[in-house]
């Protein structure tokens, strides 16, 4: 029988250290590539695109196009949930999602019989990608993390502390739960469907892990994105999963040791020493290059990237930014980043 050796994103979230860490980069596909506005433009709306299976898989792979990256990721966004089950989300240009807020009482008007069969177009188009990509690109899918993704259903839109979700989990207890029930399970279908249709890695996006208390935080992202994984791997023996707390700070080893993650995304602000320390030695750390030092370029992008790399020598290590690309990257940047962490 012969030996197919692993895509080397894919062993490497698994713990296999590379002799250069692989990369893919947050919202790698996006509005700082023309050809990506190009196809936003002839399309009606962006959740439009993300439910057009040629357009999606088109975007998917625009980045790749450029770029020696070393993973797809999945074009679709992580309020697709919301979306699925019932809630109205819209997306204004220039105003970021717009969600009619969920109130207690309008919780039960959410429909979790219904997301499977409205994702459907996110799965043909999974599928048409596991077909279209090299063998040596790990095809990455992804949703919201329940925590992160409830603070758009509850605040109806981005806010900077979260502050209207933080009161309703402390005001609302046993509805907050049941939300909290509705998106686990929602979320497991999700990530259990997107592995069968092709799916080689998925990330849990808790992009709003800052700003909670410690017991918040054990109830609100730990436990939740713990009943993910194990829910997922039921399901999907060793389903490989890469956990992206941003702002976990003090409690990314709590998150690391009780969540069942192979690998951690770390954000820009967590220190490179700290982070030595909190994840276990072994385990696949993925990040944490700020995005505008890749909007600046130069020696402030080159010296943190080679500092990045420096520092988990050791580990496996997944070269990517702490957070996602921003819409006035210079195109050169990222051809000279991707450059770099591949040769030096
Ligand atoms: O290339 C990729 O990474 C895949 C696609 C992807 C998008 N959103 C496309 C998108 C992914 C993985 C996401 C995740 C996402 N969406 C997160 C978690 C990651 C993070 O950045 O913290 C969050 C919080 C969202 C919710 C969301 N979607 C916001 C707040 C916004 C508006 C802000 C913005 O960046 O425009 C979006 C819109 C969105 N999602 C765009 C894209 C390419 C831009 C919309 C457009 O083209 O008009």
Same mark, same amino acid.
């Given at each position: 029988?012969?030996? $197919? ?47 057009? +299976? ?42 970021? +999602? ?13 429909? @979790?019989?219904? $997301? ?67 998106? $686990? ?59 992206? @707390? ?48 890749? $909007?600046?370029?130069? @020696? ?45």
């Amino acid at each position: 029988m012969s030996q $197919v050796a692993l895509k080397p994103l894919l062993a490497t979230v698994l713990g296999e250290r590379q002799a250069r860490p692989p990369i893919w980069i947050m919202r790698q596909a996006g509005r700082y590539l023309p050809e990506y506005r190009e196809v936003r433009a002839r399309s009606k709306g962006f959740l439009d695109l993300c439910y057009s +299976p040629d357009l999606a898989v088109e975007v998917t792979l625009q980045p790749l196009r450029r770029f020696p990256l070393d993973a797809a990721i999945l074009f679709s966004d992580i309020l697709v949930v919301p979306d699925a089950l019932g809630q109205s989300v819209r997306f204004e240009q220039g105003e970021g +999602p717009l969600l009619e807020p969920i109130t207690a009482q309008t919780l039960g008007q959410l429909r @979790p019989e219904r $997301v499977l069969e409205h994702l459907a177009p996110v799965f043909e188009t999974l599928r048409r990608l596991k077909h279209e990509l090299p063998a040596d690109k790990t095809l990455i899918g992804f949703c919201g993390s329940p925590w992160t993704v409830a603070t758009y259903m509850i605040g109806g839109r981005g806010s900077p502390d979260q502050a209207a979700a933080r009161l309703f989990a402390l005001q609302e207890p046993a509805a907050f739960a049941a939300l909290m029930d509705i998106l $686990v399970q929602a979320s497991i279908d999700y990530l259990v469907a997107q592995f069968q249709a092709g799916a080689d890695v998925v990330q849990l996006f808790e992009s709003w892990a800052l700003n909670l208390d410690e017991e918040a935080f054990r109830t609100q992202v730990i436990e939740p994105n713990r009943r993910i994984v194990e829910g997922v791997r039921q399901r999907v023996p060793n389903a490989p999963i890469i956990g992206f @707390p941003r702002g976990a700070a003090g409690n990314i080893a709590a998150y690391v040791a009780a969540t069942g993650v192979n690998a951690v995304g770390l954000d820009y602000s967590t220190p490179l020493g700290f982070a030595q320390n909190a994840v276990p030695p072994g385990m696949a750390v993925q990040g944490n290059l700020d995005p505008l030092r890749l $909007v600046a370029g130069g @020696p402030q992008m080159e010296e943190r990237a080679r500092q990045i790399i420096a520092a988990f020598a050791d580990r496996p290590h997944i070269f990517n930014l702490g957070h996602g690309i921003v819409p006035q990257t210079p195109i050169a940047h990222v051809e000279r980043l991707v450059e770099l962490v591949k040769n030096g």
